[in-house]
């Protein structure tokens, strides 16, 4: 079965912080999702990706294959960035396997 | 486009209740999925459809049903509505499933549901 886990659980931050948010996996994936849930519940896919790293604006992803492992970095956080940041694993089925996300709070 | 839209937003039922929840989506997606999230859990699969006229379980499937008699929609029911599935629910659809080159999930915008 697998599991996705992510840290920290809750972050806080200042605005204008590097902010990391981390990811694991326990089996071998075919994609890597992150996505962003607002504050009022809506939930928005940020990056799906397979090898190496994305960029999106301030937003950037990474994914390390072999160590099961993927990193959502947020360059000069801003308070807009304040979210419940999830990934999720895709494998060999239709199905996602969800983290529970993690809740960031940048303060001005 | 709408996107993906759920209605209701909110509703409260009591014990043993039914209701239907229904998702729609203008993109012509095949692939669509119904989650629940609650708190301190990940978001969890409780049915999903591969395309019209079919459907499959997901991870926590006890106590819905689902109908995909359309394409463009797919209903989320409960027979006798229980405490335990008082969450949030979200919709969502996809061109292909995960592994595809269009798989980005787009999600509604969830319905609350409290169960007395």
Redesign the interface.
């Known amino acids: 079965k697998n599991e996705?886990e992510q840290s920290p659980q809750n972050l806080t931050a200042q605005e204008g912080e590097f902010i990391t948010i981390n990811c694991s996996y326990s089996v071998g994936i075919?994609?890597l999702?992150w996505?962003q849930q607002h504050p009022g519940?809506?939930?928005?896919?940020l990056f799906?990706l397979s090898s190496g790293k994305k960029k999106h604006g301030r937003l950037i992803a990474t994914i390390n294959i072999q160590e099961k492992h993927s990193s959502l970095h947020i360059t000069a956080s801003h308070p807009r960035d304040s979210a419940v940041y999830?990934c999720?694993s895709?494998g060999?089925?239709?199905?996602?396997?969800?983290?529970?996300?993690t809740l960031l709070t940048v303060n001005p | 486009n709408a996107g993906v839209t759920q209605t209701p937003k909110f509703r409260v039922l009591k014990t043993g209740q039914s209701m239907t929840l229904l998702c729609a989506q203008d993109m012509n997606h095949e692939?669509m999925y119904w989650y629940r999230q609650d708190p301190?859990?990940?978001?969890?699969?409780i049915h999903?459809s591969?395309g019209e006229g079919t459907t499959?379980k997901?991870?926590v499937p006890d106590g819905y049903n689902v109908s995909r008699l359309k394409k463009q929609n797919f209903l989320l029911g409960l027979e006798s509505a229980a405490p335990s599935q008082t969450s949030?629910y979200?919709c969502?659809s996809s061109y292909s499933?995960?592994?595809g080159i269009y798989?980005?999930?787009?999600?509604g915008?969830?319905t609350?549901l409290t169960v007395l």
Do not use: D, W
């Open positions: 996705v075919s994609a999702h996505l519940g809506g939930i928005v896919s799906m999830i999720a895709g060999s089925n239709y199905k996602l396997t969800f983290g529970k996300g | 692939y301190g859990m990940g978001l969890r699969l999903y591969v499959a997901g991870e949030v979200f969502a499933p995960p592994l798989n980005e999930q787009f999600f915008p969830g609350r």
